[in-house]
């Protein structure tokens, strides 16, 4: 029996019933990684060892009787953003490329603690900017569903790990949709939660104020038990909010849902792939089947989302990545004559094409006389987008729309056309711009057998409400992950 194409779910369920080992559990994905990873290129590093001893650890304590989470024993992939003590952790950034953290990210810390095994950490775009895993400095991730095209990204290593059974699940960051295009284009689930619900801290910064990691994985209960643990307030990281939050995979309810009312953004479905609407509006009417009530909103920022998106993360992005100058930590120039040249030669040669692009684009942003005419308004744009969504969830409990406007992309085809790839994430930036949580959920193939997501936004801290949704439409779809490569 393969174990690797079961979810956390069920294996959680195995595992506490003692009918497998953690043991046997990370051996048959570390079976499976040999077998496909050179396909995929999912993995950045791999931790085999340490996940091994790790899973003995927990077996141990299982059969001593100890009492144990849920997540206990199950292979977790972590993209390589979010720092892991004593694993290297780049950034795929030649920049990064031997840093190894003498400390863990909180949501690590919290993952540890509830004992999960770590089969290493997941390849991403450069830094997180980018849609497609091609602006890695290391190699290109591929789509399982179809090796020629990308998985999406930044969080394409997670998304494509997840997908083709070399981890459990995983854990992504979203600044503009990096969780969940990425979970689009791979045909499996992933959360972007409310901002300030989880710790940012050991999160190597992109956009300090989008940023959030979130849980990627093959069912809507699996991302519930993943995001159930890793969110809560941190004392490290001041933008968290002091809240309870529920047992969400104990409190998902399908009743509830079907008593909702969902608003269809007619801006989200201008311009998108005709096979991607047609899917997405057959899922509009499965869920209308079970009694769930549609009415078609307006946002009309959506418009300027995207260009506002760009100047907001690009800015924060040039200023946090101020830090890497080869003084305190990774790459330093080899050869250099004084301090400025140091700098120079280290950031040109340590960042690749597409970070190097943000940082003069969120400098220029910055600069005086600019800072008024793109900074500044990008900002007050942003007050008007939580204006709009607000106005928007006084008339319905969530939002519909499709999470991207195309399937999976050739390798190849938009890396040399920036602004070909930025659309990619004209469906997700506005829930960053206003802090929203969304999730996206597959909803079939077009004709090429490439996956279709569709995307469920909510009011801030409406996870549970996007799970029970999510859950609905996972049973009544009858939908059931298919394993690529097998
Ligand atoms: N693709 C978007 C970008 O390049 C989003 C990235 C992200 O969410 N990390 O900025």
Excluded at 22 to 44: G, H, P
Excluded at 254 to 273: C, R
Aim: negative net charge; contains cysteine; hydrophobic residues 35%.
């Amino acid at each position: 029996m393969s174990l690797y194409d079961k979810t956390a779910y069920e294996l959680s369920e195995m595992l506490s019933k003692k009918e497998i080992s953690s043991r046997e559990l990370t051996a048959d994905v570390f079976q499976r990684i040999d077998a496909v990873e050179d396909l995929t290129n999912a993995y950045v590093t791999l931790t085999r060892e340490e996940a091994m001893d790790r899973a003995a650890e927990i077996d141990q304590k299982r059969a001593e009787g100890e009492e144990l989470s849920p997540l206990a024993g199950i292979p977790i992939g972590i993209k390589d953003n979010i720092c892991t003590k004593n694993i290297r952790t780049t950034c795929s950034s030649k920049m990064l490329e031997n840093f190894v953290p003498p400390y863990n990210a909180t949501v690590m810390e919290r993952l540890q603690k509830d004992g999960i095994v770590i089969p290493g950490k997941l390849n991403m775009d450069e830094f997180a900017m980018g849609s497609s895993t091609e602006t890695s400095y290391f190699k290109t991730t591929k789509n399982p569903h179809d090796l020629t095209r990308v998985p999406g990204g930044s969080s394409g290593g997670s998304a494509s790990a997840v997908a083709a059974g070399e981890c459990i699940a995983a854990l992504g960051s979203d600044t503009g949709g990096s969780i969940r295009q990425p979970a689009s284009l791979c045909g499996i689930f992933g959360l972007k939660p409310t901002y300030g619900s989880v710790s940012r801290f050991g999160l190597v910064a992109f956009a300090s104020s989008l940023d959030q990691i979130g849980p990627i994985g093959r069912s809507t209960k699996d991302l519930a038990m993943l995001y159930g643990a890793i969110c809560g307030h941190d004392h490290y990281d001041a933008t968290t909010a002091y809240r309870e939050y529920p047992d969400f995979l104990k409190e998902i309810n399908t009743a509830v849902a079907k008593d909702m009312v969902i608003g269809l953004p007619k801006e989200y479905f201008n311009g998108i792939d005709p096979q991607v609407e047609e899917k997405v509006r057959e899922a509009i009417k499965t869920l209308e089947g079970c009694g769930v009530r549609f009415k078609e909103i307006s946002l009309p920022s959506t418009e300027y989302a995207l260009s506002a998106y760009y100047i907001i993360a690009s800015a924060e992005a040039s200023s946090n990545l101020a830090r890497f100058d080869g003084v305190k930590y990774g790459y330093r120039t080899e050869n250099y004559t004084g301090l400025t040249d140091m700098y120079e030669k280290t950031r040109s040669e340590g960042f690749g094409d597409e970070v190097k692009r943000r940082i003069m684009l969120g400098t220029f942003v910055l600069s005086s006389g600019y800072y008024d005419a793109y900074y500044k308004r990008a900002k007050l744009f942003q007050k008007q987008v939580v204006a709009e969504f607000n106005q928007a969830f006084e008339g319905c409990d969530l939002i519909l729309t499709p999470t991207s406007p195309v399937t999976a992309f050739k390798i190849g085809e938009n890396i040399g056309d920036p602004l070909k790839m930025y659309m990619s994430d004209v469906c997700t930036v506005t829930v960053n711009i206003a802090g929203l949580p969304a999730i996206s959920i597959p909803c079939g193939k077009d004709d090429k057998g490439l996956p279709i997501g569709l995307q469920l936004i909510g009011p801030k801290f409406s996870e549970q409400a996007l799970f029970n949704m999510s859950e609905l439409y996972e049973m009544e779809s009858g939908f059931s992950y298919e394993m690529p490569l097998k």
